[in-house]
């Protein structure tokens, strides 16, 4: 089992900045890789940005050139910079596990970020 809690969100003015992080525990062998996905309500969960465990990364288009996704080894961070209100959603860390040949995701309870106008 991993367990992921996040922490860092808040209420911030838009062309704000904050950053969210991750702190992962339990079984860490084989994460393949470590993600931030967001979800408002009545839409479904989408990625934001995923580092994989040789570092490489993926954003989201709507996210590109304003937030950065880190990772140094539990921890994982997300750096938003240039805040906008469609940012507004709540942020989940994942993790994804190689186990017998097959991905678990792991989820973590999600932190609320609003973005005023």
């Known amino acids: 089992q991993v367990q992921l809690v996040e922490s860092g969100g808040g209420l911030v003015q838009a062309g704000g900045s904050l950053r969210l992080s991750c702190v992962a525990s339990?079984?860490?062998?084989?994460?393949?890789?470590m993600g931030w996905y967001r979800q408002t309500p009545g839409k479904q969960r989408e990625l934001v940005a995923r580092i994989t465990s040789s570092g490489d990364t993926d954003y989201a288009d709507s996210v590109k050139g304003r937030f950065t996704i880190s990772r140094e080894n539990a921890k994982m961070y997300l750096q938003m910079n240039s805040l906008k209100p469609e940012d507004t959603a709540v942020y989940y860390c994942n993790a994804v596990r190689l186990f017998f040949g097959m991905n678990q995701d792991y989820w973590g309870q999600g932190t609320r970020v609003t973005v005023s106008s």
């Open positions: 339990g079984s860490m062998f084989n994460i393949n890789s």
